[in-house]
């Protein structure tokens, strides 16, 4: 999508109506056509992650200086080596924010489709814990889930951190 207006604008009106629209509400057709079970969960987390990943991987390929990718070319770079050693590097601390945003994004839809489907992990404990007013439980367990998803930003952060001089080359 960063390289290509004709991709871009195929592609970006749907990925802002995925990133905007109401996810959890696509969990039941998932579960029509994929069944009750882990692929409803994997294909929750997918839909609720992918597309701010998406979006900062636009975005950093959008920022790269044209200079650099003449100089891939003069070089003779192949297509195949500009993406790997231009593109990706110059964007990578984008995509390393899209990471981030996208695992927290991540956990929530691991959380939404294990409520809805309710049959594995997490979904199973709250309804268990609710249904028989366990609320220590229920609130050590929301604990567990926010501190997970803190320690996930925090490490993603840190690489963040670390990869932020590759924009400096941009």
């Known amino acids: 999508m ?4 004709v991709v871009d604008d195929l592609v970006l009106p ?11 509400a696509m969990v039941p057709v998932i579960m029509v056509l994929a069944g009750i079970g882990e692929v409803t969960i994997i294909l929750t987390v997918v839909l609720f992650a992918v597309w701010i990943i998406v979006l900062n991987a636009r975005a950093g390929v959008q920022s790269i200086t044209p200079s650099l990718i003449e100089m891939g070319k003069s070089f003779g ?24 945003l996208g695992l927290i994004r991540g956990v929530k839809g691991v959380i939404i489709g294990q409520l809805l489907v309710s049959v594995v ?6 309804e268990i814990y609710l249904s028989h007013f366990l609320m220590e439980h229920l609130w050590a367990l929301v604990l567990v889930i926010f501190a997970f998803a803190f320690a996930i930003n ?3 952060a840190w690489a ?3 990869v932020r001089y590759y924009a400096a080359s941009r």
């Open 2 to 5: 960063g390289r290509s207006k």
């Open 14 to 24: 749907w990925v802002n109506l995925f990133l905007s629209a109401p996810l959890s």
């Open 77 to 100: 770079a192949s297509v195949f080596q500009s993406f790997v050693k231009i593109y990706v590097w110059a964007a990578l601390p984008e995509i390393v924010t899209g990471v981030r």
């Open 121 to 126: 992990g997490f979904g199973t404990l709250f």
């Open 154 to 156: 925090e490490l993603l």
């Open 160 to 162: 963040e951190r670390s």
